[in-house]
């Protein structure tokens, strides 16, 4: 199977190393893309460098400033799909090594019988290691809400560990997506659902950061909550939109 790894990063110049090689390890057949928001840290510049010392196999995109999340997975996407038209999968994940790599090949295995597959904190209770209560709390409520008013069929809404067949991808318009945080994980996943692809859970262990900044914040926050509504108006608006799964 032809993989490409989305990573985009702000600030992670002191995990992107260690990510990049496990990712490696892990998936040595896999195309890996850096998607870095002009990182003041030097981010971008250790991602040129690893990009030099590894290349065909890892290149690092970089945009101009800092201009959220979802807007860097569009970025990453529209390139890597363009690039390497052959990919029959793309995964994306965080910088911040909470995602572990030893999933990769699992979650391509996932994918031969599903379009998206999800990395699940919560398919088995929760499975989380070192967050504080308030966050984890947010969570929880943030994924329950969007489950509520999308009715999408898996655990963990907002998750970023994912693995896309390319044709979803293709499908879904990325550049007519509205979201730019962490609710862009809500709104792709919808938009799949919506167009018959199957969506999967895939249990995995999540675990905090030890290194770097969290980047969520309130307006993040805020964001989720009207994109998540107007989702949900969309879907009352066309009920009949998402009807079987697709073969």
Not at 42 to 56: I, N, R, V
Not at 72 to 82: F, I, N, P, Q
Request: glycine fraction near 6%.
């Amino acid at each position: 199977m032809s993989v490409v790894v989305v990573i985009p990063t702000y600030n992670e110049r002191e995990n992107l190393e260690p990510l990049v090689n496990r990712v490696f390890e892990e998936l040595p057949e896999a195309q890996t893309l850096i998607v870095d928001d002009n990182s003041p840290d030097g981010t971008g510049e250790l991602a040129d460098h690893l990009a030099a010392q590894m290349k065909p196999k890892l290149e690092a995109l970089h945009r101009p400033q800092k201009a959220g999340l979802g807007a860097a997975y569009v970025h990453g996407y529209s390139y890597a799909l363009e690039r390497w038209p052959e990919a029959e999968f793309l995964i994306q994940m965080d910088a911040d090594l909470s995602h572990d790599p030893a999933y990769l090949r699992p979650m391509l295995e996932a994918a031969r019988d599903a379009d998206v597959v999800v990395g699940s904190r919560y398919t088995h209770g929760i499975s989380i290691v070192n967050w504080p209560l308030n966050r984890l709390i947010i969570s929880k409520l943030g994924t329950a809400y969007a489950r509520l008013l999308t009715g999408l069929p898996i655990t963990d809404c907002t998750s970023g560990f994912k693995c896309y067949r390319a044709e979803v991808l293709r499908a879904i318009n990325l550049d007519t997506i509205r979201s730019n945080g962490y609710v862009f994980q809500v709104e792709t996943s919808f938009r799949a659902w919506r167009l018959g692809y199957r969506l999967k859970d895939f249990p995995i262990i999540f675990y905090e950061r030890t290194k770097g900044e969290s980047k969520l914040h309130l307006d993040i926050a805020f964001e989720a909550f009207v994109v998540v509504a107007r989702l949900g108006l969309d879907r009352l608006l066309d009920p009949q939109c998402k009807t079987q799964a697709r073969e």
